[in-house]
């Protein structure tokens, strides 16, 4: 009976500390999440006004707004999940759905995996060499969301495996017995059960794409344009690059650490934006299929 009791308080003690170790660095995680936030909105949030979002830079980036870097953010991250989604669904959809249990299709999916992993600034080589010079695109706004929409495709591809995975089987069983097809029964059942999972992985890839520097630098970003581009093959002003260029270049450090911290503030802003957008998506699609 001692040895009982002994060994249930000692398992309640490793369990109390175990949980103690994960609050503890939960906490400290917020904290520097709350650091990270407080250092943005205290330096930028005083740059914000509304010529500082709808006015083009002056004065050599040290007045003005970084309306053309909105916008520039704005094709750019678009543009990226517009490329990425449809690729990397469908190659979700063939791998999970389709694609043959055997050796060349694990050799596939840890290919993937291991593409996640990759710098960034590798895929904006890869960009450079492929995009820019190879089928002669320039460096345009195509060129930065093709390349960051490479950038996202694996991330993309893995949680819309692991959402379509994770939907019940039974549910295919079921349309395949009321005698629909395969693709009828990925279309109607399937994919509504795994969207919420996909929309997911698709909010982690906008932020992703959001706030790359090192993709852009090569493809599409420019210093400094004046005015907003007009197509997709024009050079274009993008919030991450910006930051960096005001940070590292230029005569005024004191006014251009301002209109940096504003920039980084909007960032911020526009990529909540975007993933409440997407959120809101996920639950709307999640709500449908629980009725």
């Given at each position: 009976?001692?040895?009982?009791?002994?060994?249930?308080?000692?398992?309640?003690?490793?369990?109390?500390?175990?949980?103690?170790?994960?609050?503890?660095?939960i906490v400290i995680t917020l904290l520097f999440l709350a650091g990270?936030?407080?250092?943005?909105?205290?330096?930028?949030?005083?740059?914000?006004?509304?010529?500082?979002?709808?006015?083009?830079?002056?004065?050599?980036?040290?007045?003005?707004?970084?309306?053309?870097?909105?916008?520039?953010?704005?094709?750019?991250?678009?543009?990226?999940?517009?490329?990425?989604l449809p690729l990397g669904l469908a190659c979700a959809i063939y791998?999970?759905?389709?694609?043959?249990?055997?050796?060349?299709?694990?050799?596939?999916?840890?290919?993937?995996?291991?593409?996640?992993?990759?710098?960034?600034?590798?895929?904006?080589?890869?960009?450079?060499?492929?995009?820019?010079?190879?089928?002669?695109?320039?460096?345009?706004?195509?060129?930065g969301s093709l390349t960051l929409g490479i950038l996202i495709l694996?991330?993309?591809?893995?949680?819309?495996?692991?959402?379509?995975?994770?939907?019940?089987?039974?549910?295919?069983?079921?349309?395949?017995?009321?005698?629909?097809?395969?693709?009828?029964?990925?279309?109607?059942?399937?994919?509504?059960?795994?969207?919420?999972?996909?929309?997911?992985?698709?909010?982690?890839?906008?932020?992703?794409?959001?706030?790359?520097?090192?993709?852009?630098?090569?493809?599409?970003?420019?210093?400094?344009?004046?005015?907003?581009?007009?197509?997709?093959?024009?050079?274009?002003?993008?919030?991450?690059?910006?930051?960096?260029?005001?940070?590292?270049?230029?005569?005024?450090?004191?006014?251009?650490?301002?209109?940096?911290?504003?920039?980084?503030?909007?960032?911020?802003?526009?990529?909540?934006?975007?993933?409440?957008?997407?959120?809101?998506?996920?639950?709307?699609?999640?709500?449908?299929?629980?009725?």
């Amino acid at each position: 009976m001692k040895i009982r009791i002994s060994n249930k308080f000692s398992s309640a003690v490793k369990e109390k500390i175990g949980f103690t170790f994960l609050a503890l660095c939960i906490v400290i995680t917020l904290l520097f999440l709350a650091g990270i936030i407080y250092l943005i909105f205290s330096n930028g949030l005083e740059v914000i006004s509304w010529e500082f979002l709808t006015s083009v830079p002056r004065k050599g980036m040290t007045a003005g707004g970084v309306a053309p870097a909105i916008v520039g953010t704005l094709y750019l991250t678009v543009g990226a999940v517009a490329f990425a989604l449809p690729l990397g669904l469908a190659c979700a959809i063939y791998l999970n759905e389709y694609g043959p249990r055997g050796f060349i299709v694990n050799i596939i999916r840890m290919s993937i995996n291991n593409l996640a992993g990759v710098p960034s600034v590798v895929f904006g080589l890869f960009g450079l060499a492929v995009f820019v010079k190879f089928f002669g695109f320039g460096v345009s706004i195509l060129s930065g969301s093709l390349t960051l929409g490479i950038l996202i495709l694996p991330g993309i591809i893995s949680a819309s495996q692991e959402a379509l995975m994770a939907a019940p089987y039974s549910i295919r069983e079921a349309s395949l017995a009321l005698g629909a097809t395969q693709w009828q029964t990925i279309k109607k059942t399937v994919l509504p059960a795994a969207m919420p999972g996909i929309m997911t992985g698709v909010i982690l890839s906008v932020a992703r794409a959001a706030g790359e520097t090192a993709p852009i630098l090569f493809t599409a970003a420019t210093f400094y344009k004046r005015g907003y581009p007009d197509s997709i093959f024009s050079e274009v002003m993008a919030l991450p690059y910006h930051i960096y260029a005001l940070m590292t270049e230029g005569t005024k450090p004191d006014k251009q650490t301002a209109i940096a911290y504003g920039c980084a503030l909007l960032l911020l802003a526009i990529t909540l934006l975007i993933s409440a957008v997407a959120i809101y998506l996920r639950n709307k699609y999640r709500s449908l299929y629980a009725r």
